[in-house]
Each structure stands twice: as C-alpha cells, then as structure tokens.
C-alpha cells in the first residue's frame, strides 16, 4: 500500500465521514465494504436486499422499501419539476439504488457516494448533475485518476494526478485549461503542502511540431495561465519533458514546471485512459477513480475492472473530500 493510500486512510479514521455504496449485489462491493469496516474507514451504508448482504457493522436498506423512500420521492420531484417529473416518475426513479444514494446526499443522510463497479460513468454522473448540482463556480464536471506509481523520482513521491481519464471525450482548448486547473487544486485538497505542477501534454514539446491537437494544447496552456497565473502550468510538453529532468534541459529549459510535474493533463479521453492503464498495468501503480471534481457534494466513479482493494482506495479518498467540503 502506498504512502498516499496510508495518508487517506488515516485521515478518513480521524473524521468518519457515511459514505454509501449503491452496488450491494456486487461482490466486490461487499468484500470491500468488509475491509472498510474492519479498518475502520467510514460509516457505511451499502444499498442492496438486506437478506443478501452480511457485513456486520454497516447498515444495509433496500431502496425499494426504505423508510425514506417517499421523502426522497417528493423532493426529487420538486428538484425535477421544471423537466416535467411527477411524483409517480419520482417514485420510480428513487426506486434505483444510485438514485437512492444520491439522495441520500442531498438530503444529508450520507456525506458521500461510490459507484461504478457494474455501472458506467454516465449511470454515476447523471443522478449527481440532476440531484446535487455542480459546485459554485464550475463550468466543467471533469475527472481524474490518482496514480500511485512504484517510481519516487516522478511526481510527489511516486504520486501523480491524471486528467481527464473518465469523462470529457475530446475537450475544447478553454475546456482543457478548466480540467488542468480543476486538477491543480484537487492536487492540493489530497497532497497537502506539495505544490502542484501541471504539465499540458502532447505530441510536441514548446511548439515543437505543427497538428491540431498541439495547438489545441498550446491555446489551452495559455488560458489556463491567464484563470489562473498563480499556479504552475506549462506545456505543450510531451510526457518525458514533463517528468524526466534530463529530458527537460534538452526540450524546455525555460520551463518551471518540466521535468518536476505531477499534474498531468491529456488532451482527450482517449489519451488519458490509455494513459492511466498503461501505467496500471504495465508499471504495477495504485489506480484511484476516476475522481469526479466540480460536483457540489462527493461522488465517485469506479473503474469496471476494479478490485476490491480499489473501493476501499476511493471510499477513504471520498471520505477526505466530504472533510474538505465541511
């Protein structure tokens, strides 16, 4: 287990944060919701049929029959009233677990939700967008992966952040300097005193070759330093400039942010989930997310292929951001 991972846990034990885990009928949910409770990481709600799931010491409700079940129908109602959603709609709606959870949220019931081990992003992201909005301020709803890699020389210790692995397909230039931005600061919120350095890659180190996608990047680059000339962000870079010093003296000397980045902000989708489980699985690193940042409240998507291990990574990581939000 990483340094990172150890920090997270041990932040989520100093202030239990309920988290809820929609996807009682997988396996690994419930193999992972037995860890967290023996470490003693969150109070857990697992969202499932009660005679299905044994993991003593969380509390398990069955959406279809809970308590709260119509109070929760009545207020996404009011919620979606302007898309035209009736009370009986509603009913229905919070009778999915994701729905449920989500709800759960809003109303203060739960500090966080995890999804995504048998769901796709968009079954997580739409119930999050519809019930608890975007954070004030956001213009994209982006993600991201925390890579904890077995390589100390890069990073912060080994640790970087990977941008937009999960959920924006082909961003604008404009829309690439919110997610490097976006990452910068969720850098901040998990790494403490380390500084983020965010390097905006490509094919092309400093205009080195000519393309749509580098230029995208370079135009990216210099909106992200106009929002926000207070962080460190450089580019367009590719991947040895951004984190090999050697390499940066040779293809960007000028640079503050090559050679030292653990920020690292893909030009498209494609990219960066290639990217990320290139690293996975080629380089045996920690992978954790995709880490959604811009929603009002946690909400944290899972990868389809995740272990057990994973969730537990995520819940104590969504327990660190219910900390912050409070």
Same mark, same amino acid.
């Given at each position: 287990?990483?340094?990172?991972?150890?920090?997270?846990?041990?932040?989520?034990?100093?202030?239990?944060?309920?988290?809820?885990?929609?996807?009682?009928?997988?396996?690994?949910?419930?193999?992972?919701?037995?860890?967290?409770?023996?470490?003693?990481?969150?109070?857990?709600?697992?969202?499932?049929?009660?005679?299905?799931?044994?993991?003593?010491?969380?509390?398990?409700?069955?959406?279809?029959?809970?308590?709260?079940?119509?109070?929760?129908?009545?207020?996404?109602?009011?919620?979606?009233?302007?898309?035209?959603?009736?009370?009986? #709609?509603?009913?229905?709606?919070?009778?999915d677990a994701t729905y449920f959870g989500t709800m759960m949220v809003k109303m203060g019931d739960a500090d966080g939700l995890v999804s995504g081990a048998c769901h796709s992003t968009a079954?997580?992201?739409?119930?999050?967008?519809?019930?608890?909005?975007?954070?004030?301020?956001?213009?994209?709803?982006?993600?991201?992966?925390?890579?904890?890699?077995?390589?100390?020389?890069?990073?912060?210790?080994?640790?970087?952040?990977f941008a937009d692995c999960g959920l924006n397909i082909a961003p604008t230039s404009d829309e690439l300097s919110e997610i490097a931005i976006a990452s910068a600061n969720s850098f901040k919120t998990f790494m403490g005193d380390v500084e983020p350095k965010v390097a905006m890659l490509s094919y092309?180190?400093?205009?080195?070759?000519?393309?749509?996608?580098?230029?995208?990047?370079?135009?990216?680059?210099?909106?992200?330093?106009?929002?926000?000339?207070?962080?460190?962000?450089?580019?367009?870079? #590719?991947?040895?400039?951004?984190?090999?010093?050697?390499?940066?003296?040779?293809?960007?000397?000028?640079?503050?942010?090559?050679?030292?980045?653990?920020?690292?902000?893909?030009?498209?989708?494609?990219?960066?989930?290639?990217?990320?489980?290139?690293?996975?699985?080629?380089?045996?690193?920690?992978?954790?997310?995709?880490?959604? #940042?811009?929603?009002?409240?946690?909400?944290?998507?899972?990868?389809?292929?995740?272990?057990?291990?994973?969730?537990?990574?995520?819940?104590?990581?969504?327990?660190?951001?219910?900390?912050?939000?409070?």
């Open positions: 287990m990483s340094d990172f991972l150890t920090r997270m846990k041990n932040a989520a034990k100093a202030d239990k944060k309920t988290i809820v885990l929609p996807e009682g009928e997988d396996p690994r949910t419930i193999e992972a919701a037995k860890k967290i409770v023996e470490e003693d990481l969150a109070n857990l709600v697992i969202l499932g049929n009660p005679d299905e799931i044994d993991v003593p010491g969380a509390t398990v409700i069955d959406p279809r029959n809970a308590e709260k079940h119509e109070e929760y129908a009545q207020k996404f109602a009011e919620l979606r009233a302007k898309k035209g959603v009736t009370i009986e #709609q509603a009913r229905a709606q919070v009778m079954d997580t992201l739409r119930p999050a967008l519809q019930i608890l909005k975007t954070a004030p301020g956001t213009k994209l709803v982006s993600a991201f992966m925390i890579m904890c890699t077995k390589t100390p020389e890069f990073g912060a210790d080994g640790t970087l952040v092309s180190t400093m205009g080195s070759a000519g393309g749509d996608t580098a230029k995208k990047v370079q135009e990216a680059t210099a909106f992200a330093k106009e929002k926000a000339p207070e962080l460190a962000i450089d580019g367009d870079l #590719q991947l040895d400039a951004a984190i090999v010093p050697s390499v940066a003296q040779l293809k960007a000397p000028e640079s503050k942010v090559a050679g030292h980045a653990n920020v690292l902000v893909f030009p498209n989708l494609e990219t960066g989930n290639i990217g990320y489980k290139l690293v996975q699985r080629f380089g045996g690193a920690e992978a954790y997310g995709p880490i959604l #940042q811009g929603i009002a409240k946690p909400v944290n998507d899972l990868s389809r292929g995740c272990s057990a291990d994973d969730i537990v990574g995520v819940v104590a990581i969504t327990a660190v951001q219910a900390q912050m939000a409070n």
